[in-house]
């Protein structure tokens, strides 16, 4: 079992900057694959960025390459994503996810068997 737990959410003025921060806590942190994700108001759920167990590979949805990075400190059990120039469409609640190993893609929701309780990103224009 692992537990999640995201920080760092806030308001923030558009071409501001925004650091979320998922803690972990169970099983062994440095096995899984990590995932954020956001829903908006009336909208699913979706991918935002991805990185592998070791920090080697990172992925990112096209509306947020170049603004946004993601990465993971292991011996904290916490993965980052650091999100300069925000722009009002990133308003969202956002979520940190684990995955136990990946079947298909790193974008997809449903490979993710831990989730956080998420956290409010809001962008003002």
Known sequence: QVQLVESGGGLVQAGGSLRLSCAASGRIFGRYVMGW??????????FVAAIT???GATYYT???NG???????????????????LKTEDTAVYYCAAADGISLSVRNGYEYGYWGQGTQVTVSS
């Open 37 to 46: 994700f956001r829903q908006a108001p009336g909208k699913e759920r979706g």
């Open 67 to 85: 603004r946004f990075t993601i990465s993971r400190d292991n011996a904290k059990n916490t993965v980052y994503l650091q999100m300069n120039n």
């Open 53 to 55: 167990w070791s920090g």
């Open 62 to 64: 096209d509306s947020v």
